[in-house]
């Protein structure tokens, strides 16, 4: 069974990332200033954006994710 990896972002409260398809971070001019977006394309197919300090609490722990997992194998 897989491991389920929280990530708990400052204003969507905790996301369960095992069932992200895809993740993607990139650049956007919201509001009249740039910003990270992180957009989640889910296993089930539906997508959720995140912006600013949501974002980069993803980004954060996905880096860790990445990295913790790099060592492991």
């Avoid at 905790?14 to 992180?38: D, G, P, S």
């Avoid at 197919?45 to 954060?60: H, T, W, Y």
Wanted: glycine share 6%.
């Amino acid at each position: 069974m897989t491991q389920p990896n929280f990530c708990q972002t400052p204003t969507g409260g905790w996301l369960n990332l095992t069932y992200a398809r895809q993740i993607n971070f990139r650049k956007a001019h919201l509001n009249m200033k740039e910003q990270i977006v992180c957009i989640i394309t889910w296993s089930n197919g539906d997508k959720e954006a995140f912006r600013g300090p949501d974002a980069m609490a993803i980004i954060v722990f996905w880096r860790k994710y990445r990295k913790s997992s790099n060592q492991e194998g």
